[in-house]
């Protein structure tokens, strides 16, 4: 894993993220934030819980947050209680897609908020920071190489895993396609 732009820079984007982020979006985020201490306690998600993260990371485009609504209470309990206490990175990745209305980019998202380890999220933007194909992430080696890739960037600087998320997204938001140097 490559970045596009050099690690040195983390903090400026990983700024300029929170400085340009709408309020509209901040409350979002802010509120899934907000369950964490909750959920890890429990080590599960509510119904209520994923369907506010699923809104959160797909905004409800093609009702995707909404589909969440029709899992049980129990089920969702069990699904996120394995993928909590499981040992795999890509079982739990993969055992959160068992709920409808959630694909690998926001079972990712639910890792990096709520899981104990430290999981980054799949993004389209991220991963053009990070110098992945959005194509390759539905391949088995590809999970666990992006995660092993991001935590040691994070640990490298000494960031945690949603500040470096937040430096990705920001930086392709803002450079494209463009190929930058250090």
Known sequence: MKLRFCESEIDYWANRYREFQRPAGRERE???IELRGDIQQRECLT?????KVAYWKTRNIFGRA???????????????????????????LISLTRLEGIQQPTASAILHLYDNGKYPI???HALYSAGWAWKK???YPFWPEYVQGCRNIANRNSVSMRHLDRALWRFSFEQGTREPGC
């Not at 119904?47 to 369907?51: A, K, P, Q, T, Y």
Request: hydrophobic share 30%; proline share 0%; no cysteine.
């Open 47 to 51: 119904r209520s819980e994923l369907h």
């Open 30 to 32: 802010d509120l899934v």
């Open 66 to 92: 909404d589909l969440t609504l029709r899992n049980s209470e129990k089920f969702i309990q069990e699904v996120t209680t394995q993928a909590f206490t499981g040992t795999d990175d890509w079982e739990k």
């Open 122 to 124: 799949l993004d389209i």
């Open 137 to 139: 992430r539905t391949s």
